[in-house]
């Protein structure tokens, strides 16, 4: 979801003093977990793999409510590949094991394991049902350092003694619910029972029904939890790019972006009605037309503001969310959240006024140190 905007996008020269986006390098990856992020063009952590990862590093046992399409295998496999490399791993016995409910999902993670783990000496397989056990069996005798499983065909190998836990460190619970609603529960907790008590414990939920609350109270010592929801619901044709800013300089930022020649027809959200006038106020001294609509606003003024933006008399409508409501205009090229909404719905709601039917829009969002619990939810 994030993007930064280049230096050509936006035309400015001093951008890159006050625009910190968060990198995987801010996260304590190391230059080989950096080197297959940058060839899988992976730019920009998500927001789990951000509260995640460094967490994961510290050696922290983990609860994570997040659902596919989050980017939550990252969020694990990073660390855990990071972490088993510096240790020296010798591919024998599994030092890591990743539960997972289907061979869908067993094949996925195993995949992207060695796509983020190119450049490192970790060793990965992956175990699952539906298909002939022998050369999974082969695999295992040859030795690995993580070992992908779907509960089933786990127990079946365990038995015969392929492999053995003794090694085991790392334990990830991926898609706990969906394990609790396909009945492993109980293999999951006598997979995990004969596991080393000292080691270190993750656990993914899309949800947090009881049952899985009572294992990650069985299975995790002093977790951290963090929740995250999965960024669906907006437009495809919506390009969405996030800055974190200092408050004060919010306004500088603004008219560097409105200096780009795209931003045709521009809405911007402020939080208050003073604020959409204090920015309007501000990019009139800077010679951009612009047009600010509140709650204190007469009928009549916002019409005449909503008039001269249609027409494209004004470049820049400037508005608070409740006045933004009747906005019918067509062809809005950006919207800018210059305060985060304080609801996610908010958020989509906001951006959908750009990318309408098949054009496509960008929405630039500014997110201040205290607007981060906010960005969380969206
Ligand atoms: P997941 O939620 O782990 O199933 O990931 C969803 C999709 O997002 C997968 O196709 C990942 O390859 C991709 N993905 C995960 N993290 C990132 C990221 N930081 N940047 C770009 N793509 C990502």
Redesign the pocket.
Known sequence: MKKSLTKQSIGSKVHFLYIRMIT?SDLGLDASILKA?SA???????P??EQAIPLILSGKDFLGI??????????FALPLLQKLNEQGVNGNAPKAIILTPTRELAG?IYK?LN?YGKYVEVKCGAIFGGVNERPQIQMLKKGVDILVATPGRFLDLFRQKCFSLKSVRYCVLDEADRMLDMGFLPDIERIVNQMPKERQTLLFSATLPKQIERLAEQFLKNPVKVEVT?PATTSENVEQSLFYVQRSQKQELLKNILKDDTCKRVLVFTKTKFGADRVCKELRKEDIASSSIHGDKSQWEREKALKRFKTGAVRVLVATDVASRGIDVQDITHVINYDLPLEPDGYVHRIGRTGRAGHTGSAFSFCDADEKPLLRNI
């Open positions: 995987f992020l899988a063009n992976y730019s920009t952590p998500t789990i793999q997040a659902q596919t399409g989050t980017g939550k295998t990252a969020a996925q992207n796509l999965p």
